[in-house]
């Protein structure tokens, strides 16, 4: 790879931070000082929560726990079902959401695969396919490693790395071609090419299992997949895949808060990438089904529980709907369609 494609690489997963500093300025604008209360629709029958990913991740957890708010709070007359469809990357649960065009009661949460699955695989599916409700936050990712591992900075695991042999070091991550994969890509891009063995698992709560366990070196688990592991002294952060350190300062463990972790670039390792937590739902609903969820996660993000879920988990707090969210997505779909053609990971006609 010449010395251009690098630093176009470089670019291009630093582009995610301005699209993030552009979903913390709408946040600002967009998110109500009171939720709105009048509905002119609600729902009829139970809500399916569909959740396009395995249990235990990210995805899951943020799922149930909304779902564990809704009940608590009273926020909707009818239950919310969550079921996981994680099947083929996610294309399951993109699919089932996509055959119930005009039902109001299917919403699913989505992630960076809403973009790379499609890419990846070639599945007959387009966010367009859906329809955009909200961005709820941006999640963050960090690179962990065990306890007890040798590195202490990031720059020293990267530079291990670039000095061991081929293949060695194992680097466990959620599928193929996902988002764990592009930032293991990214990282790749200041070691050599190959340096990593790349192992993909069902789900974040596995991969934090494989690493406490020692089975691979490294992850990039979002930190709500590997907060428990790191309060009990089981795992170790070396930083953050952002352009700016986390905002939570309230002691994680003993001696470390979020904001202790340093940003990757601080420890001289130039990658950056955040996902999106956002719900959709199916095709051809009307402007009033929309308005209801709109709605409805304000008032489930206006919440003590959600404000807590969100320090715990280090996420990027965020909110956008309408033609901004819109907006949003179609840049980030393009984003990742340059990131996975400079990685190789587009299905043959993309």
């Not at 176009?8 to 699209?19: G, I, K």
């Not at 299917?106 to 859906?130: E, R």
């Not at 790191?230 to 952002?242: E, G, N, T, V, Y």
């Amino acid at each position: 790879m010449t010395e251009n494609q690098i630093i176009r690489q470089h670019r291009l997963v630093r582009f995610v931070c301005s699209l993030a500093a552009a979903g913390a300025l709408a946040a600002s604008v967009l998110m109500p000082a009171s939720p709105a209360v009048a509905q002119s629709w609600e729902p009829t029958k139970p809500i399916q929560f569909i959740i396009p990913a395995g249990t235990g991740g990210g995805a899951d957890q943020m799922a149930r726990f909304i779902q564990g708010v809704v009940a608590k709070n009273n926020l909707a007359k009818q239950p919310v079902i969550t079921v996981n469809k994680g099947g083929g990357a996610g294309a399951e649960g993109f699919l089932e959401v996509k055959k119930t065009a005009g039902d109001p009661h299917n919403i699913i949460i989505t992630l960076s695969n809403l973009f790379t699955t499609p890419l990846a695989t070639g599945v007959p599916f387009n966010w367009k396919d859906m329809t955009p409700v909200a961005m709820l936050a941006l999640d963050q990712f960090v690179l962990w490693v065990p306890a007890d591992a040798p590195y202490k900075t990031a720059k020293e695991y990267i530079d291990a790395v670039k000095a061991g042999d081929d293949k060695t070091f194992k680097m466990g991550g959620t599928g193929s071609k996902q988002e764990d994969q592009i930032i293991t890509v990214a990282l790749e891009k200041q070691t050599a090419p190959k340096k990593f063995t790349y192992i993909p698992f069902a789900g974040g709560g596995a991969v934090a299992v494989q690493l406490v366990g020692k089975h691979i070196n490294s992850t990039v688990n979002n930190p709500i997949e590997a907060v428990s592991q790191w309060k009990a002294d089981a795992l170790r952060p070396l930083c953050i895949f952002d352009a700016k350190r986390s905002v939570y300062t309230n002691k994680v463990t003993a001696t470390m808060a979020w904001s202790d972790i340093p940003t990757c670039k601080e420890s001289g390792v130039d990658t950056e990438y955040q996902m999106l937590r956002g719900i959709f739902m199916s095709p051809g609903v009307k402007s009033e089904h929309i308005a209801y969820y709109v709605d409805l996660f304000k008032r489930v993000m206006a919440t003590d529980d959600w404000k807590s879920f969100m320090e715990q988990g280090a996420f990027n707090q965020t909110f956008m709907s309408g033609d901004d969210f819109k907006k949003w997505v179609e840049a980030n779909e393009k984003l990742h369609y340059e990131l996975m053609k400079e990685a190789g990971f587009l299905a043959a006609g993309k």
